[in-house]
């Protein structure tokens, strides 16, 4: 069973930056694909960014594409998600996802494993 744990969440005015981690354990796969999603109050969870195994392929939603920096390490089985000119519609939980597997998806239902959530908020 893995077992991911988001941090790094917070309150940043906008414009600002925040640096999410997720720390995974229990993994067994030795391929996986990990992604970052979110939900605002009152909305569904949406994709945002997404990482395979190597590093070599990502995927950002395009409201998040140019600000956000999907990476990861490895050796330490953490994901992050650098945020940068944070805007006000990025406030939300934010969750971190795994899935086996080599191919990015976007899809909420195509994760296996799913983190807390950590909140960020970006006020005006």
């Known amino acids: 069973q893995v077992q991911l744990v988001e941090s790094g969440g917070g309150l940043v005015q906008a414009g600002g930056s925040l640096r999410l981690s997720c720390a995974a354990s229990?993994?067994?796969?030795?391929?996986?694909?990990m992604g970052w999603f979110r939900q605002a109050p009152g909305k569904e969870r949406e994709f945002v960014a997404a990482i395979s195994w190597t590093g070599s392929s990502t995927y950002y939603a395009d409201s998040v594409k140019g600000r956000f920096t999907i990476s990861r390490d490895n050796a330490k089985n953490t994901v992050y998600l650098q945020m940068n000119s944070l805007k006000p519609e990025d406030t939300a939980v934010y969750y971190c996802?795994?899935?086996?597997?080599?191919?990015?998806?976007?899809?909420?239902?195509?994760?296996?494993?799913w983190g807390q959530g950590t909140q960020v908020t970006v006020s005006s």
């Open positions: 996802a795994d899935r086996p597997g080599y191919s990015v998806r976007t899809g909420a239902n195509e994760y296996n494993y």
């Open positions: 229990g993994r067994t796969s030795t391929s996986d694909v």
